[in-house]
């Protein structure tokens, strides 16, 4: 007989259901794994550093995952689960949020340096960094129908792909964070406003 529990859909780069877990212990340990990615890159990212971070021996660590790697990739990608747009009926205020969420993951001083260790990761080692790409593509999946929707609900007309319009909008968060050169807020409206106008 099947166990119910392998019929559940996952997310990429999450566990299988284990014994109970103590939530806390498991957040310090992938916040450490994030630190320590943000500050020494996967080179750096050793096992005796993610849990004297996270105040934990060896043996705590190896009963939830077998490498640092694992763990900084989970904790990754439910980080930036918050990437997502978020329909309310309001497609420019949506737009706005999205945009807003995307700069406070990309200026976060943790996520941001892994954002930019992530992306290194993946073009050299994609298949070691495969769920963290599945989980993009899982992300852009959403927010493109969700656009799209929202467009037709809208009655909008743009010109312009939802692809389109997420990938600017998602360029020049990047950007900001990549520079220095912070965007703010009426610089998104302004860019949203331009984006929506009807071909």
């Known amino acids: ?3 119910a529990a392998a019929e559940i859909p996952q997310a990429p780069g999450k566990r299988g259901v284990g014994r109970p877990r103590d939530p806390e212990l498991e957040r310090r340990i992938k916040a450490s794994a994030l630190e320590v990615l943000a500050r020494h890159g996967f080179s750096g990212l050793t096992l005796e550093r993610v849990c004297a971070g996270a105040g934990v021996p060896k ?6 995952w077998s490498t640092p790697r694992e763990a900084a990739i989970e904790a990754f990608n439910e980080r930036f689960e ?3 747009i978020q329909e309310t009926g ?3 205020a949506d737009l706005l949020a999205f945009s807003n969420r995307l700069i406070d993951l990309y200026a976060d001083p943790v996520l941001g340096p892994c954002t930019a260790q992530m992306s290194t990761e993946a073009k050299f080692r994609p298949a070691e960094l495969q769920s ?3 989980a993009q593509q899982m992300r852009r999946r959403h927010n493109r129908a969700a ?14 792909s939802a692809q389109l319009i ?3 909008l998602n360029g020049l968060a990047y950007f900001s964070f990549s520079t220095g050169r912070s965007a703010t807020h009426a610089d998104f409206k302004q860019l949203i406003d331009k984006l929506l106008k009807p071909a």
């Open 1 to 3: 007989m099947k166990d």
């Open 59 to 64: 043996a705590t660590f190896y009963r939830r």
């Open 82 to 84: 918050h990437g997502l």
């Open 90 to 92: 309001d497609l420019r």
């Open 132 to 134: 963290v790409i599945e």
């Open 147 to 160: 656009l799209k929707r929202a467009l037709e609900k809208a009655g909008v007309d743009p010109g312009l």
């Open 166 to 168: 997420l990938t600017t």
